[in-house]
């Protein structure tokens, strides 16, 4: 009986841990025409910001959670993604794809 009651209280400890994480969004901003709009200031197009989310959300949570893209300063990301593009097995072009939507998602996370 004592066993079936740790197991429960454990179990509702997690639900009640889990349920706090959906207290703060931290899930990285999804790509609209807004982003978009922000982007071509950059020289960034509509399908590149949208495979950066990708890739960032996919490959990025395999090691580790995803940070808030305004966790960092813009210019602190680009050698956070350089350091990390390895590890991730990123392409050059998928590496330049997620430093893209970091970047542009940043600058409206401000």
């Known amino acids: 009986m004592k066993k079936h009651l740790a197991i429960f209280a ?8 889990l349920s706090s994480c959906g207290t703060t969004s931290l899930a990285p901003p999804p790509v609209t025409a807004e982003l978009a ?11 590149t910001l949208r495979e950066g989310r990708v890739l960032f959300v ?3 949570i395999e090691c580790h959670t995803l940070p808030a893209v305004s966790q960092h300063g813009a210019t602190e990301w680009p050698r ?7 590890r991730a097995n990123l392409k050059s072009t998928e590496r330049d794809a997620v430093l893209a939507y970091i970047l542009v998602a940043h600058s409206q996370s401000r």
């Not at 454990?10 to 841990?17: E, K, P, S, T, Y």
């Not at 709009?37 to 020289?43: E, L, N, S, V, Y």
């Not at 956070?80 to 390895?86: C, N, S, T, Y």
């Open 10 to 17: 454990a179990a509702i400890v997690c639900l009640v841990d």
């Open 37 to 47: 709009r922000a982007g071509t200031h950059q020289h960034v197009d509509l399908a």
């Open 58 to 60: 996919s490959r990025c």
């Open 80 to 86: 956070l993604i350089d350091e990390m593009a390895g």
